[in-house]
C-alpha cells in the first residue's frame, strides 16, 4: 500500500509541475495574443480596410492559444484525479491500519 501512495504522490507531484507550466504557457500566449488584438485595432481604417488575417499571426495565435488550454486543462484533470485517488489511498492505509491495530 505504501508504494502504491508513493507512486501517487510522485504523480501529483509531476502533474502540479506540468499542470503549473502549462497554466503559465496558456498565459503567455493569451497575453500575445490581447497584445496582438490591441494593436490591430490600433491600426489606421486605411491599413484595416487592405489588412487580410492571413497577413498576420493571429491564425497561428489563435491555433496555439486552443492548443495550450488543451494542454492546461488536461493537466487539470490529471493533478485532480491524481489528487483524489491520493486521498483515497491514504484514506485506506489509515483504516487499514485501524483494522491490524484491532
Not at 487592405?50 to 488536461?74: F, G, H, I, M, W
Request: charged residues 40%.
Amino acid at each position: 500500500m505504501d508504494d502504491k501512495i508513493s507512486k501517487l504522490e510522485e504523480a501529483l507531484a509531476s502533474s502540479t509541475t506540468e499542470l503549473e507550466r502549462s497554466r503559465l504557457s496558456y498565459e503567455e500566449v493569451a497575453r500575445r495574443l490581447s497584445d496582438l488584438e490591441t494593436d490591430l485595432r490600433s491600426l489606421p481604417a486605411e491599413e484595416k480596410k487592405t489588412l487580410q488575417v492571413n497577413d498576420t499571426d493571429l491564425p497561428e495565435l489563435l491555433e496555439e492559444v486552443t492548443r495550450a488550454k488543451l494542454a492546461y486543462e488536461s493537466w487539470r484533470t490529471r493533478t485532480e484525479t491524481n489528487a483524489k485517488y491520493l486521498a483515497k489511498m491514504v484514506e485506506a492505509a489509515a483504516t487499514q491500519q485501524v483494522r491490524d491495530r484491532d
